[in-house]
C-alpha cells in the first residue's frame, strides 16, 4: 500500500530563516504530488503541487518543492519564512495505477510555528 | 472559486445518537470524499464518490456510512455516535479522472468539529 512519510512532527523557526519540510512517499510508479496548508481556524488549500516535467515546482507564498524520484522524496522549501507561514503543512501523493482514479495519501502533517 | 461548505462548524453529540454531517460543492465536481482529521494522524479517507447514488470505502469505513443522491451533495452518517468519532471531519471534491496534467487536486471545506460526549 501507498504512504507518505513527514519526518518533522513540529518545526519552530525565527523569522527569516530558511524552511524545508521533508516528504517521502513510497510507491514505485508514476505519482502525483501535492503539499496542502492548512492556517489556524482555516480550511485546507494547495500550495503547489507535481504532475510531470520540471521536478522543480513553485507554489503560492514563496513555495517550492523538488520532485526527486530516485529519492521518492517531494521535499518543500521556503527561503524566508515569515510569521505569517505558521501553520499545519501535509504532503499527500495520488498513484495512478491502471484505471483507478487513485485516491490522495496524506501524511501526518508538520506544524511550523514561526516565531517573530 | 470553488466552493465547499459544511453544513456545521461546530457540533455536540450524545453518544448513540444519530448523527448527519452534510457537505455541498458547487463547481460541479463528480468526485466527493470524507476524511476525519485527529493530531498527529494527518486526513484518514473515510468514504468517497465517483458519482451520484456511488460510493467506495476509504480507510476507516467502519461506524459510518453516506448517501449521495445528488451530485453536488455528500453525506456523512454517524448511525450510533460514539466518543472515539470526536474528531474534525472534513469534505472535499474534485474533478475526475486523468487529465493531461495528472489527476485534480481536491478542494476542501472548513470542517466541521464533532464532539460525542
Known amino acids: 500500500a501507498q504512504s507518505v512519510s513527514q519526518h518533522n512532527h513540529h518545526v519552530i523557526l525565527s523569522e527569516a530563516a530558511s524552511l524545508e519540510l521533508g516528504c517521502n512517499y513510497s510507491?514505485?510508479?508514476?505519482?502525483?504530488l501535492f503539499w496542502y496548508v492548512q492556517y489556524p481556524g482555516q480550511h485546507l488549500q494547495l500550495l503547489l503541487k507535481?504532475?510531470?516535467?520540471?521536478?522543480l515546482v513553485k507554489g503560492i507564498k514563496g513555495f517550492e518543492a523538488e520532485f526527486i524520484k530516485s529519492k521518492f522524496s517531494f521535499n518543500l522549501r521556503k527561503p524566508s519564512v515569515q510569521w505569517s507561514d505558521t501553520a499545519e503543512y501535509f504532503c499527500?501523493?495520488?498513484?495512478?495505477?491502471?484505471?483507478?482514479?487513485?485516491?490522495?495519501?496524506f501524511g501526518k502533517g508538520t506544524k511550523l510555528s514561526v516565531k517573530p | 472559486d470553488v466552493k465547499v461548505t459544511q453544513s456545521s462548524r461546530y457540533l455536540v453529540k450524545r453518544t448513540g445518537e444519530k448523527v448527519f454531517l452534510e457537505c455541498v460543492q458547487d463547481?460541479?465536481?463528480?468526485?466527493m470524499f470524507w476524511y476525519r482529521q485527529d493530531p498527529g494522524l494527518g486526513l484518514r479517507l473515510i468514504y468517497f464518490?465517483?458519482?451520484?447514488?456511488?460510493?467506495e470505502k476509504g480507510d476507516i469505513p467502519e461506524g459510518y456510512s453516506v448517501s449521495r443522491e445528488k451530485k453536488e451533495r455528500f453525506s456523512l452518517i454517524l448511525e450510533s455516535a460514539s466518543t472515539n468519532q470526536t474528531s474534525m471531519y472534513l469534505c472535499?471534491?474534485?474533478?475526475?479522472?486523468?487529465?493531461?496534467?495528472?489527476?485534480?487536486?481536491?478542494?476542501f471545506g472548513p470542517g466541521t468539529r464533532l464532539t460525542v460526549l
Open positions: 499527500a501523493v495520488n498513484a495512478r495505477y491502471g484505471g483507478s482514479q487513485g485516491n490522495l495519501i
Open positions: 472535499a471534491s474534485s474533478f475526475p479522472g486523468r487529465t493531461s496534467e495528472g489527476y485534480n487536486e481536491q478542494f
Open positions: 464518490s465517483y458519482d451520484v447514488k456511488m460510493k
Open positions: 510507491y514505485g510508479g508514476t505519482v502525483n
Open positions: 463547481m460541479d465536481h463528480e468526485n
Open positions: 507535481y504532475f510531470s516535467g520540471d521536478p
